[in-house]
């Protein structure tokens, strides 16, 4: 095939998995500890390729490549804390994520929308427990709740304080290990250990999306005429090789 048409084809394909990253990223700006997914994509660096063995070859290979996805992850950065004045409304300044029990195994997540159950468990308005430092459940008993910046759980009730147990803040040595599942939850990837984050917690607050509206949309529209570019280019290499293809039959006629 064409460079030139490999290339477009290329680029248009990877353009439009961009779309659906950035228009993801901005349905979610709503979505409570939320992570925005960012692409990166191949480029050619002059004289990157001049001395390697084939030139010709490498520097084909070069410009093929040329603006296709060089790989999708996760932004980690923070997100805005918003007050909610519910004391079990948790939220992470730095790094970390809070470990929750689901039907599927653990999963990890910043969103920390948390209530007790009716039989005083710590858990998602899923109904999922929210686990300790050392991966268990934790029991609030009825009474004023408090919860410190490194996760302990304090409870004020008629036979005075209590300590119900300490909220796990974990992350990775590789924070890329971490595999975007749903909205706002991730999955370790297999062999992946969980180690204690330094990130400090905010009781009565919310961690909100790290994706705001005006960047989402700006980089929504640029994607978008990226793919149009593309699209164009497409366009031309393809009436250029029907009208070379043409030419040359001819002649052979």
């Known amino acids: 095939m064409d460079s030139g048409l490999y290339a477009a084809y290329s680029g248009l394909l990877t353009r439009t998995q961009a779309l659906d990253t950035a228009a993801n990223n901005l349905a979610n700006i709503g979505t409570a500890g939320f ?19 084939d030139g010709a070859s490498q520097v084909g290979q070069a410009v093929n490549d040329y603006g296709t ?49 009716a039989t005083g468990v710590l858990q998602t308005r899923e109904g999922e427990p929210v686990l300790d430092t050392t991966g268990n459940p934790i029991i609030v008993p009825t009474g004023s709740v408090s919860v410190s910046g490194d996760g302990t759980v304090s409870v004020n009730a008629a036979g005075g304080n209590a300590i119900a147990g300490q909220v796990g803040k974990f992350t990775f040595a ?18 992946a250990i969980p180690i204690a984050a330094s990130g400090e917690i905010h009781e009565g607050a919310l961690e909100g999306a790290n994706q705001d509206a005006v960047h989402g949309t700006m ?19 393809h009436n250029d090789f029907d009208k070379t293809a043409a030419e040359e039959l001819g002649k052979v006629s």
Do not use: C, W
């Open 35 to 53: 992570r925005a997914q960012r692409d990166t994509f191949r480029g050619v660096l002059a004289g990157s390729v001049v001395n390697s063995g």
């Open 69 to 117: 996805l060089g790989g999708s992850g996760i932004d980690l950065s923070q997100g805005q804390l918003t007050v909610t004045g519910n004391p079990l409304d948790l939220a992470i300044q730095g790094e970390g994520f809070f470990a929750i029990k689901t039907a599927h195994g653990t999963r990890y997540t910043r969103d920390g929308g948390f209530l007790r159950s």
């Open 174 to 191: 590789d924070p890329a290990r971490l595999q975007a599942e749903g909205t706002n939850r991730f999955v370790a990837a297999d062999g």
């Open 219 to 237: 980089q929504l529209m640029l994607v978008q005429r990226q793919a149009e570019m593309m699209q164009k280019a497409l366009s031309v290499f």
